[in-house]
């Protein structure tokens, strides 16, 4: 059982597009980030989100975390090429001290 | 400052061998983390270490598989013997402290023959 579900698995779009990528659970996580990986290296934080309901900004990149605490989006403006690669959240839970949840992954490839 | 080593990059062995892989956290890391990432799947934290001690293992197969860090700052992860079904990217990482975010080596990846 995947405690944290992205969607979608696999996007694939022009350069200049818009895109969302989201992360959804059933359970309740102190704190949620994202995460972008790519080829023959290891995950890369983007960012941390910890409120409920909060929204953070990385550039052309919009982080949202859900009221509840239990979903969480990314929203990418204007793609470019250099935004290919997996993009990964993963839920840290009260109690764990550190332990991290991961989803399977959002693969995307912008096409110039 | 240095980020994490991993070694080696690549390993490749047949099914029932023994292999093992190294890391080198961020000097000053208290916590230490080795995952399994399988194609096409988010890592799975396989073991935690707070210093030398071990915080969770929940996950690992410790009929094959174990870990170790004895003096709080490199570790190891062994498989003995190897199935098919190990066959994926070892990622380590650490962190000053368990809350505090995590930074990745660029992974072992391992194939079964």
């Known amino acids: 059982t995947q405690l944290l579900e992205q969607s979608p698995q696999f996007l694939s779009i022009q350069e200049g597009e818009n895109l969302t990528v989201y992360c959804n659970s059933s359970?309740?996580?102190?704190?949620l980030q994202w995460y972008r990986q790519e080829p023959g290296e290891g995950p890369v934080l983007l960012v941390t989100?910890?409120?409920?309901?909060e929204v953070k900004k990385l550039k052309r990149l919009t982080f949202q975390f859900g009221d509840a605490r239990k979903d969480s989006s990314l929203h990418i403006t204007a793609a470019q090429t250099g935004d290919t690669g997996l993009y990964l959240c993963?839920?840290?839970?009260?109690?764990?001290?550190?332990?991290?949840?991961f989803g399977q992954g959002t693969i995307l490839t912008v096409h110039p | 400052e240095a980020g994490v080593a991993q070694s080696p990059r690549y390993k490749i062995i047949e099914k029932r061998q023994s292999v093992a892989f190294w890391c080198n956290p961020i000097?000053?890391?208290?916590?230490l983390y080795w995952y399994q990432q399988i194609l096409g799947q988010g890592p799975k934290l396989l073991i935690q270490?707070?210093?030398?001690?071990?915080?969770?293992d929940s996950q690992l197969p410790k009929d094959r598989f174990s870990a170790e860090r004895l003096k709080g700052v490199d570790s190891t992860l062994k498989i003995q013997p190897a199935k098919l079904e190990d066959s994926a990217v070892y990622l380590c990482?650490?962190?000053?402290?368990?809350?505090?975010?995590?930074?990745f080596g660029d992974g072992t990846r391992l194939s079964i023959l």
């Open positions: 990482a650490s962190s000053r402290q368990g809350d505090q975010p995590q930074h």
């Open positions: 359970s309740v996580f102190s704190s």
């Open positions: 989100v910890v409120t409920g309901g």
């Open positions: 993963a839920g840290q839970r009260g109690t764990s001290y550190g332990k991290l949840t």
């Open positions: 000097s000053g890391h208290a916590t």
């Open positions: 270490f707070q210093n030398n001690g071990v915080v969770d």
